[in-house]
C-alpha cells in the first residue's frame, strides 16, 4: 500500500490518494464548494464563537474569502490575534456549533446531485 499527495487544480488543496495492492472502491468528495454550497454551515459556527468570546459578528461575504482555508487560520485573521489559547477557545466554540447542526447546512447547487458519479450509473433511491 502506499500513499501518494498531489495538490488540486481548481482549489489548491491537498489531497491524499491510498493505494492498495488489490482492487478497492473509494470515493472521495469534496462537497464544500464543489457540489454545495458551505457558506451558511461555516459562517453560523464562526459568528457563533465569535459572538461567545466578545467579537462582532463577522458578514457571510467576508467570511466566504476564509472557506477552504483551515477554521484556525481564519479565526486569527478575523479576530487579529496571535493569542493561541484564544484561538483554542474560538475553534472550541465554533466546533460546538459545527457539530450540532452547521455541518448539515450545505445548501446543493441546482443540479448538484447530478454531478455525482454512481458507479450503478443510477442515483441512490432510483430504480
Not at 461575504?61 to 485573521?77: F, K, M, N, Q
Request: glycine letters at 12%; hydrophobic letters at 35%; aromatic letters at 8%.
Amino acid at each position: 500500500m502506499s500513499i501518494s499527495t498531489s495538490v488540486g487544480r481548481e482549489t489548491g488543496h491537498n489531497a491524499s490518494v491510498i493505494r492498495a495492492n488489490k482492487p478497492q472502491s473509494l470515493f472521495l468528495f469534496d462537497l464544500g464548494g464543489t457540489i454545495s454550497d458551505p457558506i451558511t454551515g461555516i459562517a453560523k459556527p464562526i459568528n457563533y464563537a465569535l459572538e461567545a468570546l466578545g467579537f462582532d459578528e463577522v458578514s457571510e461575504s467576508r467570511i466566504a474569502r476564509y472557506i477552504g482555508i483551515p477554521i484556525d487560520e481564519t479565526l486569527v485573521d478575523l479576530c487579529e490575534t496571535e493569542s493561541g489559547k484564544l484561538v483554542n477557545r474560538l475553534v472550541i466554540k465554533y466546533r460546538e456549533r459545527f457539530s450540532a447542526v452547521g455541518y448539515s447546512e450545505n445548501v446543493l447547487y441546482p443540479g448538484g446531485g447530478r454531478k455525482v458519479f454512481w458507479p450503478t450509473g443510477k442515483s441512490p433511491g432510483t430504480q
